[in-house]
């Protein structure tokens, strides 16, 4: 089954820096790549995702890039902003089957103004 | 994008007992999933919840323990029997959102079993 790879554990930045968080994954038939963020005491929030059609996707301060051969994609961030704190998790997916679905380890993201 | 909503948002409950969790969707949806997350973790599915047939589980997880229902289209219930304290957890109920594969999470119903 799939597995996926989540780093780093921990990120701090400060304010108006930028964060990336870097997620692999094993098998080469997914290719739906979401991304969460949970904030404390909240499910996950679906925040951007990506096909694997697709090499990158942006939504104002936030991006994803996919690398299908190497089997990595990444998050980022810029401008951070306080708000941005939370916990951020990856994912890898074939859409037809989402109990297949399997999320990375999560980053906890602290922006420090 | 679904609206979920779960019911209890949290609970302490006391060794041995057992609680059942509600979910319910704001749009009528085929499967729906449960979700634990441990203190601190990542999400793992727990089973898959289809309306008229048995909920299908993921190995580590058995009938007896988290039994589940789902009787309509915009329902579920995951009970999570005879608690440990090990049991302690956010448990999420989850669909998918159309073709597009999509998940999208409730609140969580967090438990502390004591």
């Known amino acids: 089954g799939e597995n996926v790879e989540q780093h780093p554990s921990t990120l701090s930045v400060q304010e108006g820096d930028s964060a990336v968080i870097k997620c692999t994954y094993s098998d080469s038939a997914s290719n739906y790549f979401p991304w969460y963020k949970q904030e404390l005491g909240k499910g996950p929030q679906l925040i951007i995702d990506?096909?694997?059609?697709?090499g990158e996707k942006k939504d104002q301060r936030i991006a994803v890039t996919l690398n299908k051969t190497a089997k990595h994609f990444s998050l980022h961030i810029t401008e951070t902003q306080p708000e941005d704190s939370a916990v951020y998790f990856c994912?890898?997916?074939?859409?037809?089957?989402?109990?297949?679905?399997?999320f990375g380890a999560g980053t906890r993201l602290t922006v420090k103004p | 994008s679904a609206v979920i909503s779960q019911k209890p948002s949290r609970d302490i409950c006391q060794r041995g007992t057992s609680l059942t969790i509600q979910c319910q969707v704001d749009?009528?949806?085929?499967?729906m999933f449960w979700y634990r997350q441990q203190p601190g973790q990542s999400l793992t599915l727990i089973a898959t919840a289809n309306q008229g047939s048995e909920a299908t589980y993921e190995s580590g997880f058995v009938i007896d323990k988290f039994p589940i229902s789902r009787p309509n289209l915009t329902f579920s219930t995951l009970t999570v029997s005879n608690m440990s304290p090990e049991d302690s957890s956010i448990y999420l109920c989850?669909?998918?959102?159309?073709?597009?594969?999509?998940?999208?999470f409730g609140e969580g119903s967090r438990l502390t079993v004591l």
């Open positions: 989850s669909v998918q959102g159309g073709w597009t594969g999509e998940l999208f």
């Open positions: 990506i096909r694997s059609n697709v």
């Open positions: 749009s009528q949806v085929t499967m």
């Open positions: 994912a890898a997916s074939i859409p037809v089957n989402n109990n297949d679905m399997r």
